[in-house]
């Protein structure tokens, strides 16, 4: 099982896409300690993999402590972060630290894209600059990209710059219109753009070795069981079953797009919360409906269930919007 913990509102840059529309640092994040006892309950829970996310986690003076602390409860410390923090003496100090994996933000190999998209100049050389810091430590990464209309078409272009940078994978996250994200939903891709990119993310795996990911986009699991490819992955869409994230203040999400509260760590354990709260139970019990409740691939698809909620006015058990097959049936 993965989880997310958004450590922290606060970020360095201003993507037009984030979905936590971070910029500033709440006040009522959670402490160290809050911290350190969350990681020991999330461990507790069953979960092996926990990402520390943001805003930007790099910015929490204490991220070292708290992933030193992760590993010490059994779990597998790994970051999502945009890079542009991680100096030589950072990256060591992960690497000394346990971190496992960082993922960094990377959406075009065009300098100038990528920077207007995550609302800094200088970006792109930043990230690169902390992508050859990691090399240097000797800590293992991977490159994340979202994927919009602009940069659709040169995806696997930036799984070929991951495979020459190093990168043990490369995620492509499909944009869930949330926080920030709202504003730009005219760019995300529908039903076959959707589709087609599953399909060559797909292809392009038969020719690397690094992992590709897509995130948010749970069908590729029903395409590579049309065509007969192997996945190590069990299901596309986790939220609620294997999968979580906290919000900065402890606030319990099914997903970081899904913006329906199960409760809060400070009110109640973590633990318990996977395990008692309705709205976890609803996702794992409660069937789908619409074109979901009869494509037959629920069991390694389960359609996005974020999407569903956006697009159904809140109906998080609805059908996924872009998903041809269903409808098609």
Same mark, same amino acid.
């Given at each position: 099982?993965? /989880?997310?913990?958004?450590?922290?509102?606060?970020?360095?840059?201003?993507?037009?896409?984030?979905?936590?529309?971070?910029?500033?640092?709440?006040?009522?994040?959670?402490?160290?300690?809050?911290?350190?006892?969350?990681?020991?309950?999330?461990?507790? @829970?069953?979960?092996?993999?926990?990402?520390?996310?943001?805003?930007?986690?790099?910015? !929490?003076?204490? /991220?070292?402590?708290?992933?030193?602390?992760?590993?010490?409860?059994?779990?597998?410390?790994?970051?999502?972060?945009?890079?542009?923090?991680?100096?030589?003496? *950072?990256?060591?100090?992960?690497?000394?630290?346990?971190?496992?994996?960082?993922?960094?933000?990377?959406?075009?190999?065009?300098?100038?894209?990528?920077?207007?998209?995550?609302?800094? +100049?200088?970006?792109?050389?930043?990230?690169?600059?902390?992508?050859?810091?990691?090399? @240097? @430590?000797?800590?293992?990464?991977?490159?994340?990209?979202?994927?919009?209309?602009?940069?659709?078409?040169?995806?696997?272009?930036?799984?070929?710059?991951?495979?020459?940078?190093?990168?043990?994978?490369?995620?492509?996250?499909?944009?869930?219109?949330?926080?920030?994200?709202?504003?730009?939903?005219?760019?995300?891709?529908?039903?076959?753009?959707?589709? @087609?990119?599953?399909? !060559?993310?797909?292809?392009?795996?038969?020719?690397?070795?690094?992992?590709?990911?897509?995130?948010?986009?749970?069908?590729?699991?029903?395409?590579?069981?049309?065509?007969?490819?192997?996945?190590?992955?069990?299901?596309?869409?986790?939220?609620?079953?294997?999968?979580? *994230?906290?919000?900065?203040?402890?606030?319990?999400?099914?997903?970081?797009?899904?913006?329906?509260?199960?409760?809060?760590?400070?009110?109640?354990?973590?633990?318990?919360?996977?395990?008692?709260?309705?709205?976890?139970?609803?996702?794992?019990?409660?069937?789908?409906?619409?074109?979901? +409740?009869?494509?037959?691939?629920?069991? *390694?698809?389960?359609?996005?269930?974020?999407?569903?909620?956006?697009?159904?006015?809140?109906?998080?058990?609805?059908?996924?919007?872009?998903?041809?097959?269903? !409808?098609?049936?």
């Amino acid at each position: 099982m993965i /989880i997310s913990w958004n450590t922290t509102q606060a970020c360095n840059i201003n993507c037009i896409h984030c979905y936590r529309d971070a910029g500033t640092k709440y006040a009522d994040e959670l402490s160290t300690a809050e911290g350190k006892q969350l990681l020991s309950e999330i461990a507790r @829970a069953g979960f092996k993999i926990m990402i520390f996310s943001g805003g930007e986690p790099l910015l !929490r003076s204490d /991220i070292f402590e708290l992933i030193g602390h992760a590993k010490s409860v059994g779990l597998r410390p790994v970051i999502g972060t945009n890079g542009t923090l991680i100096t030589p003496a *950072v990256a060591k100090q992960l690497k000394a630290a346990g971190l496992a994996c960082a993922g960094i933000s990377l959406d075009s190999c065009d300098k100038a894209k990528h920077d207007w998209f995550r609302g800094r +100049s200088g970006a792109w050389e930043q990230t690169m600059a902390g992508i050859q810091a990691c090399q @240097a @430590a000797g800590l293992s990464f991977q490159i994340h990209t979202t994927v919009l209309d602009w940069n659709e078409g040169e995806v696997t272009a930036v799984t070929d710059l991951a495979v020459s940078l190093g990168a043990v994978a490369h995620h492509i996250f499909f944009l869930v219109p949330t926080g920030r994200g709202r504003d730009i939903e005219e760019t995300s891709l529908k039903t076959a753009q959707y589709e @087609a990119l599953l399909e !060559r993310i797909l292809d392009k795996q038969l020719e690397v070795s690094i992992e590709l990911k897509p995130t948010c986009a749970p069908q590729f699991m029903r395409i590579a069981k049309q065509r007969n490819l192997p996945q190590r992955f069990t299901k596309g869409c986790l939220a609620g079953t294997a999968y979580c *994230v906290i919000l900065p203040n402890g606030d319990v999400q099914s997903c970081p797009y899904l913006p329906v509260k199960a409760g809060n760590i400070r009110d109640a354990s973590f633990d318990w919360l996977w395990k008692e709260s309705p709205l976890f139970r609803e996702l794992r019990q409660q069937p789908l409906k619409g074109a979901c +409740s009869r494509c037959g691939f629920d069991d *390694v698809c389960g359609g996005c269930r974020a999407r569903a909620y956006y697009y159904a006015a809140g109906d998080y058990l609805a059908e996924e919007p872009w998903c041809k097959y269903g !409808r098609e049936l």
